[in-house]
């Protein structure tokens, strides 16, 4: 298992500066989001072949992997015109991607509303049929691009358990449609006690297409699950770790909610864990 980092939580610095920090703190790969890493915005004019390839040799000098180029627009929003936009900066993303040489592209699954919250109409099967429809145009230029577009099961969103997921690849029917697993994500203070069994179900149903892993920790506090840094909650990461060591070889795996302080903490944490499963 190669662990990562989400380069926007390590020091701040420009993106060459946070590459080296991150290599320089033990780290295999990092997950990139260039909306929170730069001043430019992330439209079409700026995501430019010569940028994707200079960031290409940027972190080819420090030995990291990109394991994920983030893109987190809505694909279930009612509003067309936004629609055609967020799906267009898709697209530009996966082109960028197949210059950068990165592990996926990796985004979530939105709401049924123009404010991306939830709203019980997430968990609906009209919503999910409305997300399967927007996606599939983007999951077609993935191919045409040779990239995968990899998403992550959240709770909150539209694909919010197993089932849903299953439906999602099933409907979609890519090898270029593939699985962000964050095991905290799927979870609610609804949930969170029944926690191991949501992982099984999970690692049974969607095992085959996960592509890379998230990896952050969570703690209940006034009725409240908020997510942690690996290591300061109440998770128990064997079963996940287990599972990646027996059929997931050398699978990229980012940390999530570290600080600059904990990250390394978080990392060598994770590390020992998977040495014992």
């Known amino acids: ?25 033990g780290f295999a790969c990092a997950h990139i989001a260039l909306s929170k890493l730069c001043d430019y915005r992330m439209t079409l004019p700026e995501l430019t072949p010569g940028w994707a390839m200079y960031l290409r040799h940027v972190f080819e000098r420090e030995q990291l992997d990109i394991a994920v180029l983030g893109c987190y627009l809505n694909l279930a929003t009612p509003d067309l015109e936004a629609l055609r936009k967020n799906q267009d900066t898709y697209k530009a993303h996966l082109r960028f991607a197949s ?7 990796g985004t979530e699954t939105g709401a049924p509303n123009t404010a991306y919250k939830f709203e019980e109409a997430c968990h609906t099967e009209g919503a ?10 983007v999951v077609e230029y993935a191919e045409k691009c ?10 909150k969103h539209i694909m919010w358990n197993p089932a849903q997921t299953r439906k999602v690849l099933d409907a979609i029917d890519s090898p270029n449609l593939q699985i962000i697993f964050d095991p905290v994500n799927l979870l609610d203070v609804s949930n969170y006690e029944r926690r191991e ?27 409240k699950l908020l997510a942690c840094a690996p290591g300061t909650g109440c998770m128990d990461y064997d079963l996940i770790l287990k599972y990646a060591k027996e059929h997931k070889p050398y699978i990229h795996a980012t940390l999530e909610n570290t600080t600059p302080e904990n990250a390394v903490f978080s990392r060598e944490f994770l590390q020992k864990r998977y040495e014992l499963v």
């Open 146 to 155: 040779g990239v995968i577009l990899a998403l992550e099961p959240v709770y």
């Open 128 to 137: 999910l049929q409305t997300f399967i429809t927007n996606l599939r145009p």
């Open 197 to 223: 069994e949501i992982f099984a179900e999970a690692l049974q149903t969607f095992g085959t297409e996960i592509a890379m892993i998230h990896l952050k920790d969570f703690q209940i506090q006034d009725g």
């Open 99 to 105: 210059l950068l040489g990165c592990g996926v592209v």
């Open 1 to 25: 298992m190669q662990i990562g980092i989400r380069l926007h939580d390590v020091a701040k610095g420009t993106i060459e500066e946070r590459a080296q920090i991150a290599a320089s703190q």
